[in-house]
């Protein structure tokens, strides 16, 4: 009995994360949706994998390799040749690390900076489409769950004043 107590109190528990998980799901087809079109005029010089570490570096500002393959999730050898490429699209420069000439830091050139501006704006309007289509009384209770669901996943939060700055 306790067993199958045990069993019918998880499947209970797992429930509303199950429902929770896919709603989450559908939303990101939605966003991924967003973002792909945001990057069809700029494809031929970044993909949307590489955009992802131009808006880390517009985020968190210039990082170790090491450092910002650990936020992207990725090995350092994926994150360093993203950055080569992202070095001859002129993205990204990499320069000596003023505490400690061994290591180098990753940054935006004016490039990189403009273009993740140009998308986020892009993007940014087709997500005011999106949200201004919700219903005004739902819409408090998205930002406090998505602020929450950016929380768990350490992702640095856009501000309304810096929301033209960043974006993924």
Same mark, same amino acid.
Request: no cysteine; aromatic share 2%.
């Given at each position: 009995? $306790?067993?199958? @107590?045990?069993?019918? $109190?998880? $499947?209970?528990?797992?429930?509303?994360?199950?429902?929770?998980?896919?709603?989450?799901?559908?939303?990101?087809?939605?966003?991924?949706?967003?973002? %792909?079109?945001?990057?069809?005029?700029?494809?031929?010089?970044?993909?949307?994998?590489?955009?992802?570490?131009?808006?880390?570096?517009?985020?968190?500002?210039?990082?170790?390799?090491?450092?910002?393959?650990?936020? =992207?999730?990725?090995?350092?050898?994926? $994150?360093?040749?993203?950055?080569?490429?992202?070095?001859?699209?002129? =993205?990204?420069?990499?320069?000596?690390?003023?505490?400690? +000439?061994?290591?180098?830091?990753?940054?935006?050139?004016?490039?990189? +900076?403009?273009?993740?501006?140009?998308?986020?704006?892009? +993007? @940014?309007?087709?997500?005011?489409?999106?949200?201004?289509?919700?219903?005004?009384?739902?819409?408090?209770? =998205?930002?406090?769950? =998505?602020?929450?669901?950016?929380?768990? %996943?350490?992702?640095?939060?856009?501000?309304?004043?810096? %929301?033209?700055?960043?974006?993924?």
């Amino acid at each position: 009995m $306790a067993g199958s @107590r045990t069993s019918s $109190a998880n $499947a209970s528990t797992d429930e509303p994360v199950d429902e929770l998980v896919a709603a989450v799901l559908t939303a990101s087809r939605v966003l991924v949706g967003i973002s %792909a079109r945001s990057l069809a005029g700029v494809e031929e010089s970044v993909t949307l994998t590489q955009f992802r570490m131009l808006v880390v570096l517009e985020g968190h500002g210039p990082s170790r390799l090491n450092r910002l393959a650990e936020r =992207l999730e990725v090995t350092a050898s994926t $994150a360093l040749r993203m950055v080569d490429r992202l070095i001859a699209a002129g =993205l990204v420069d990499r320069r000596e690390n003023e505490q400690d +000439r061994r290591e180098v830091v990753i940054d935006l050139t004016a490039a990189g +900076r403009s273009l993740v501006r140009k998308v986020t704006r892009v +993007r @940014r309007t087709a997500i005011e489409r999106v949200v201004r289509a919700m219903p005004v009384t739902r819409r408090r209770e =998205l930002v406090r769950a =998505l602020e929450s669901f950016a929380t768990a %996943a350490d992702e640095p939060a856009v501000v309304a004043e810096a %929301a033209g700055r960043l974006g993924w």
